[in-house]
């Protein structure tokens, strides 16, 4: 009980929360990403009906304008109907649940991987370090979201077409994923190049440590700074990647389409006078992408000691 208030009274006046306070963008960028992450997790529970139960759709509340009776039901939407008539408040809230779920899969297993071949050609150096760096250079003078539509192309065709749409998820995460681990190992080989060079890992070294030790409890720890504010940047990457991919086709399949999708679906009818179809997902995902961005530029600044 004592630590619980040292820790909370150490917190409370720490740099990091000091600064938080002192940023009114950041407030309100942490308080965007906690409102529609939460309302993501208890979909259930917060949207009006199941979007996607097609029992209980009804056609004739199709392109149902925002906060408007519809003419035949008498049903009003808060954010209006789609051309299949469902609830657009409930379909964002769903689709926001898939569109977060890639996007931090995505972004764990491109963390995963970068970290792990960074660590390894950073403390390895030679033909390790050589090879796997000659493959990031490579990866990276694609951009991502072309790798991820090849990667998912490849691995659609490889699929029964009886699974596709069963596994089109973990295909979008993997393709995600495998597109953006670049930044993550050359970060983590550039911190990894200096540790291994300190006092810490040479009496490591002399008491008989593996390598395999030394990297995991002794490098690992201190590299873990920048993979933080990385993974933060990278996150608003993969769900625009995600986004793109599904509004292209390739992405999410329409029995659980993301804001992606939905957007998709949108574009159809906006210059038709539905508006309200496009719009509200893609305000949704402006503003999910923008403000984890802006809550990575701070973590960017508040863990660089050079701006102190």
Same mark, same amino acid.
């Given at each position: 009980?004592?630590?619980?208030?040292?820790?909370?009274?150490?917190?409370?006046?720490?740099?990091?929360?000091?600064?938080?306070?002192?940023? +009114?963008?950041?407030?309100?960028?942490?308080? !965007?990403?906690? !409102?529609?992450?939460?309302?993501?997790? #208890?979909?259930?529970?917060?949207?009006?009906?199941? *979007?996607?139960?097609?029992?209980?759709?009804?056609?004739?509340?199709?392109?149902?304008?925002?906060?408007?009776?519809?003419? #035949?039901?008498?049903?009003? #939407?808060?954010?209006?109907?789609?051309?299949?008539?469902?609830?657009? @408040?409930? $379909?964002?809230?769903?689709?926001?649940?898939?569109?977060?779920? &890639?996007?931090?899969?995505? !972004?764990?297993?491109?963390?995963?991987?970068?970290?792990?071949?960074?660590?390894?050609?950073?403390?390895?150096?030679?033909?390790?370090? $050589?090879?796997?760096?000659?493959?990031?250079?490579?990866?990276?003078?694609? *951009?991502?979201? %072309?790798?991820?539509?090849?990667?998912?192309? &490849?691995?659609?065709?490889?699929? *029964?077409?009886?699974?596709?749409?069963?596994?089109?998820?973990?295909?979008?995460?993997?393709?995600?994923?495998?597109?953006?681990? !670049? +930044?993550?190992?050359? =970060? &983590?080989?550039?911190?990894?190049?200096?540790?291994?060079?300190?006092?810490?890992?040479?009496?490591?070294?002399?008491?008989?440590? /593996?390598?395999?030790?030394?990297?995991?409890?002794?490098?690992?720890?201190?590299?873990?700074?920048?993979?933080? &504010?990385?993974?933060?940047?990278?996150?608003?990457?993969?769900?625009?990647?995600? $986004? =793109? %991919?599904?509004?292209?086709?390739?992405?999410?399949? +329409?029995?659980?389409? /993301? @804001?992606?999708? %939905?957007?998709?679906?949108?574009?159809?009818?906006?210059?038709?006078?539905?508006?309200?179809?496009?719009?509200?997902?893609?305000? =949704?995902?402006?503003?999910?992408?923008?403000?984890?961005?802006?809550?990575?530029?701070?973590?960017?600044?508040?863990?660089?000691?050079?701006?102190?």
């Amino acid at each position: 009980m004592i630590s619980e208030k040292r820790f909370l009274r150490r917190f409370q006046e720490s740099d990091f929360l000091y600064d938080f306070k002192r940023s +009114p963008v950041t407030i309100v960028s942490f308080a !965007v990403v906690v !409102v529609l992450f939460l309302l993501a997790v #208890f979909a259930e529970l917060v949207a009006p009906t199941n *979007p996607f139960d097609v029992g209980s759709l009804n056609l004739m509340n199709g392109f149902t304008p925002p906060m408007q009776p519809n003419a #035949f039901t008498g049903e009003v #939407f808060p954010l209006g109907a789609d051309n299949q008539g469902r609830d657009l @408040l409930s $379909a964002i809230i769903f689709g926001l649940r898939v569109s977060l779920f &890639v996007g931090l899969t995505a !972004v764990i297993l491109a963390m995963v991987l970068g970290v792990s071949l960074g660590l390894l050609a950073g403390y390895r150096g030679g033909w390790v370090d $050589a090879l796997i760096m000659r493959a990031a250079d490579i990866q990276v003078t694609f *951009p991502s979201i %072309l790798i991820a539509m090849l990667i998912f192309g &490849v691995a659609r065709g490889l699929l *029964p077409p009886s699974m596709r749409d069963e596994l089109a998820i973990l295909v979008l995460i993997i393709s995600i994923g495998l597109s953006e681990w !670049v +930044p993550f190992a050359r =970060t &983590v080989r550039g911190t990894t190049l200096v540790e291994k060079e300190k006092e810490y890992v040479q009496a490591a070294r002399l008491i008989g440590l /593996s390598s395999r030790q030394i990297m995991l409890r002794h490098i690992l720890p201190n590299v873990l700074s920048p993979v933080l &504010v990385i993974a933060t940047i990278t996150l608003a990457l993969a769900i625009i990647a995600e $986004a =793109t %991919l599904s509004f292209l086709g390739v992405g999410a399949p +329409p029995t659980e389409p /993301s @804001l992606g999708t %939905l957007i998709r679906i949108g574009q159809d009818f906006l210059f038709s006078g539905e508006w309200w179809i496009l719009v509200f997902p893609a305000a =949704t995902l402006l503003a999910l992408a923008l403000s984890v961005n802006l809550l990575g530029d701070w973590l960017r600044d508040i863990l660089n000691p050079r701006l102190k």
